[in-house]
């Protein structure tokens, strides 16, 4: 057996210091540590590494790949994990998903959720995708399609809990909080069309370089994969 003690501190070291940041972050903006949930994304790391992050006390897990996903889960399916999808998902692969996902992030265009309301056996927490900044490479609704997505809601099976975006890969902390702002008033202006299965409340942003100005943005769940594993 591998002596992986070494490992293990480090994660401990590595989460501690995360958990710090995190209630840092709260504390400026005045919010409580327990209304940010920590999601470690260990889409770059393999099973054994997540029952590490596990045994530290961690039990979301982010992972974007449906067929990487399959495999893990099984692995670890002795263990109470919740496994949030965060990557882009192809229709044909949401009846493989599905079953294993507490909430989909990546809910970015309405033919997928065509697809999941088909599949699904129960109800779906989903974050809609927004492009918020409209980049051409990125994935997701515009602000306006997201509107229009939520006003004409039709679907039983999918509930949308709140928007997930990804900030722009810049060094320019304004342009970032912009776009956490931007998906903020967007998220008010949705809950104001109060359609029961869209309360969209909660906000999926923030990542490595960015989760603190996403918490003082208002971000309900913070998708982290360098900052914990390496
Ligand atoms: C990889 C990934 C993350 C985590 O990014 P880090 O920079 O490693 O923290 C978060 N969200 C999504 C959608 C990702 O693909």
């Not at 507490?102 to 492009?131: G, M, W, Y």
């Not at 949705?190 to 923030?206: D, E, F, T, W």
Request: one cysteine or more; glycine letters at 4%.
């Amino acid at each position: 057996m591998k002596d992986n003690r070494w490992e293990v501190m480090n994660e401990q070291t590595k989460l501690t210091e995360v958990k710090q940041r995190i209630e840092a972050a709260c504390k400026r903006a005045d919010r409580s540590t327990d209304s940010v949930e920590l999601i470690a994304v260990t889409k770059h790391v393999d099973a054994a590494k997540i029952l590490d992050l596990h045994q530290l006390g961690l039990s979301q897990f982010g992972e974007n790949r449906a067929d990487v996903l399959v495999k893990k889960a099984a692995e670890l399916k002795d263990h109470s994990i919740d496994w949030h999808y965060i990557g882009s998902l192809q229709t044909r692969k949401v009846r493989q998903v599905l079953p294993l996902i507490s909430c989909l992030h990546s809910l970015d265009r309405e033919s997928l959720a065509v697809e999941i309301e088909k599949r699904a056996e129960t109800e779906i927490p989903c974050f809609l995708q927004v492009n918020i900044t409209g980049e051409a490479s990125k994935h997701g609704f515009s602000p306006e399609e997201a509107l229009a997505f939520v006003n004409r809601f039709d679907f039983q099976k999918i509930k949308v809990i709140g928007l997930m975006t990804m900030a722009p890969l810049t060094e320019d902390d304004a342009i970032i909080r912009q776009a956490f702002t931007d998906l903020a008033a967007l998220g008010q202006a949705i809950q104001k069309l109060a359609v029961r299965q869209a309360p969209c409340l909660k906000l999926s942003m923030g990542m490595t370089n960015d989760f603190e100005i996403a918490i003082e943005e208002g971000a309900t769940h913070i998708r982290i994969g360098r900052a914990l594993v390496e």
